[in-house]
């Protein structure tokens, strides 16, 4: 069984800092973070792809602000956003699948979901 939990959310003020966790049960080759604001698709945030050193994917509205990182030995990704803004309010997941390429961001491109978790940022 497939389990991916998020932790880490929260509120903040805008150009704060949080840093969210996802642990999943086993070692993925691709995992990544998605968001849906209300009335929006679930969006790609970040990704990150093993073997080489890993690669990193970000989406254009967070490159520079956030950080994707994974520690293996834990079966761990974690997510670094600093300098939120109010539009990155939204629910935040976690997703995994044994493959990832330049549509990382795509909700298809990922078969496993964690639940999600809700960051708020207030102006």
């Known amino acids: 069984q497939v389990q991916l939990v998020e932790s880490g959310g929260g509120s903040v003020q805008a150009g704060g800092s949080l840093r969210l966790s996802c642990v999943a049960v086993n070692i993925w080759h691709c995992m990544a973070w998605f968001r849906q604001a209300p009335g929006n698709e679930r969006e790609g945030v970040a990704a990150h792809k093993r073997g080489g050193g890993g690669t990193t994917y970000y989406a254009s509205s967070v490159k520079g602000r956030f950080t994707v990182s994974r520690n293996d030995a834990k079966d761990t990704i974690h997510l670094q956003m600093d300098d939120l803004k109010p539009e990155d309010t939204a629910t935040y997941y976690c997703?995994?699948?044994?493959?990832?390429?330049?549509?990382?961001?795509?909700?298809?491109?990922?078969?496993?979901w964690g639940q999600g978790i809700e960051v708020t940022v207030s102006a």
């Open positions: 997703a995994a699948d044994r493959w990832c390429d330049g549509n990382w961001y795509l909700q298809r491109s990922f078969a496993y």
